[in-house]
């Protein structure tokens, strides 16, 4: 969405649209006061780019009082399994429907919709979403995410808590569907240039705040949502919602707070000096948070709070040391889609980059994965491919390595997740190890790669294989964002697939450390209302 914002923020020039703001319904807050059962509420900041090793570094340094006290009250996960592809949507979408991509069908922020045939974009970079389609990449995002691309047979965490009259609410959260009806509201000059209407109908938790388009406290206190302020969609925004929140003890039971800021100086710059400084006004955005209850041992005495990152990021080399594989070069003897259009009957092969990892689509039944993954691996760049065979096998090949296996469900191989597989060929294609006398399978340098992969298999229709590159390098199409010298992810590789978790107020943990795990965890702190102080 930032890619979008900025496109319209350009195009503008007269000063007058300046302080030209969408007209905001009226929200009744009546029903966000306090529960006369005192339930204990709780806080989930997610912190975009959020990683363990800045927070540890931090912390030595005593640079980040918020984090240790937090910490120091709480329980400190510094590896937190995110989904795949490691892309916002996707992640988010895991965190908050309490499934992977199969069931809440959000395949990745870019992905090629089989049934419409077109390419889907959420939002990946600039030059890519205005040659892929500016009006259709607007309705993605602002309609067709939520509300029709995500599975709507799914219950949201939103929907399951208002189910039991448990209130809920969403700061910036990007997948925020839930059972209240709320509009979403553009202004003439960014409704006109984009095609949509002035008003879009969405569901939404009891509390629904998205930037300047859904801004609830218009006229109670005044949030940075103007065009210098990326229409809102910056921590600031964030945070100052969330203190009025508080302040004015109108906090929902639940609140999702969305934190984007840490990403862009890790995408430019990559780990080091700007991510530590960017950390710690991460810091101080959540002292400011504990402040507004008078203390911070009043903070955590009555709401459990959860902080965490989506997942991590891994340094790309410079320029000078070529790192970007170009997909659509490396696949230059077939017919790939060219940005922006649909396909014709000429038309073999469509790609969709999700930064480090990427779909490849075969768009002609007579065009062979296995030739697209031989052709692919040349590149000593190359970490993973993987495609569906014929069998319903998911065939793997490790380029690094030169070695191959296949999996799919069965019964002879249990993970420590429960999971059951059947398993053929090199394991080390995936770094797995087995125990002989239990079969019981460990991870390596692609955590809870068998379900994370399977899963992203049965996500949307269609033929296609997933390519990933080593860290180092990243993916690119004709138009895509490269971060040359700096970060990124979306592989199905360690660095890219963990994220921290500090919880503090609630001795109650997830069955397992994955985000996907985390929607029946939060339903169960809602289980036992209480007021008592929980470390």
């Not at 808590?161 to 959260?173: A, D, M, P, Q, W």
């Not at 992810?489 to 985390?518: E, F």
Request: proline content about 5%.
């Amino acid at each position: 969405m930032r890619w979008i914002l900025m496109f319209i923020f350009l195009s503008i020039t007269v000063f007058f649209i300046l302080s030209s703001k969408p007209k905001q319904q009226e929200q009744d807050f009546s029903k966000l006061h306090s529960n006369p059962d005192h339930r204990r509420k709780v806080i989930w900041i997610m912190a975009d780019s959020l990683m363990s090793q800045a927070i540890d570094q931090g912390i030595k340094s005593g640079d980040l009082p918020a984090f240790s006290f937090l910490i120091s009250h709480g329980h400190y996960q510094k590896e937190v399994i995110s989904s795949f592809p490691t892309m916002s949507v996707t992640v988010d979408s895991t965190l908050i429907t309490g499934a992977h991509p199969d069931r809440h069908h959000i395949p990745g922020l870019i992905w090629f919709d089989n049934q419409e045939q077109r390419i889907v974009n959420y939002g990946t970079g600039l030059n890519e979403i205005l040659r892929d389609g500016l009006t259709q990449a607007a309705e993605d995002m602002v309609q067709n995410l939520n509300h029709k691309h995500l599975n709507q047979e799914i219950q949201t965490i939103f929907e399951a808590l208002e189910e039991r009259g448990i209130r809920t609410g969403s700061i910036n959260g990007l997948i925020y569907r839930g059972s209240n009806d709320h509009k979403l509201a553009f202004p003439s000059w960014v409704a006109k240039p984009l095609s949509l209407p002035d008003q879009v109908n969405v569901k939404a938790p009891d509390f629904f705040a998205l930037g300047m388009f859904a801004n609830p406290l218009q006229g109670k206190v005044s949030l940075p949502d103007g065009l210098t302020k990326e229409f809102g969609f910056k921590d600031a925004y964030s945070v100052e919602a969330t203190k009025y929140l508080i302040k004015n003890d109108l906090l929902p039971d639940f609140l999702f707070v969305y934190l984007p800021d840490l990403d862009k100086p890790l995408h430019k710059k990559g780990p080091g000096p700007q991510e530590k400084k960017a950390v710690q006004k991460l810091d101080r955005e959540i002292a400011e948070l504990l402040d507004s209850f008078g203390s911070w041992n009043e903070a955590i005495q009555h709401v459990t709070w959860v902080v965490c990152g989506d997942g991590g990021q891994t340094s790309i080399v410079p320029s000078n040391q070529n790192p970007v594989v170009q997909l659509d070069q490396l696949l230059n003897n077939y017919q790939v889609l060219k940005p922006g259009q649909q396909p014709s009957e000429k038309t073999e092969v469509a790609l969709a980059v999700n930064e480090r990892s990427a779909f490849v689509y075969a768009l002609k039944q007579e065009i062979s994965l296995n030739k697209l993954a031989d052709q692919l691996k040349k590149d000593d760049r190359v970490d993973i491919l993987a495609w569906k065979n014929e069998n319903g096998w998911i065939q793997v090949f490790n380029a690094e390595k030169n070695t191959e296996m296949q999996f799919r469900p069965g019964q002879e191989f249990e993970d420590s997740y429960h999971q059951k597989w059947d398993m053929k060929g090199d394991l080390k294609a995936l770094d797995l190890t087995v125990k002989a006398d239990k079969k019981q399978i460990s991870y390596g340098d692609y955590p809870d790669a068998l379900i994370r992969l399977w899963t992203s298999f049965h996500s949307h229709s269609g033929r296609y294989l997933i390519i990933t590159a080593r860290p180092g390098y990243e993916l690119a199409d004709v138009h895509s964002p490269t971060h040359k010298g700096g970060a990124g992810h979306g592989s199905l590789h360690q660095i890219d697939s963990v994220a921290p978790m500090i919880i503090t107020g609630t001795d109650q943990r997830p069955a397992h450390w994955r985000l996907v795990d985390m929607k029946p965890w939060i339903l169960s702190l809602f289980d036992s209302p209480t007021t008592e102080s929980k470390r």
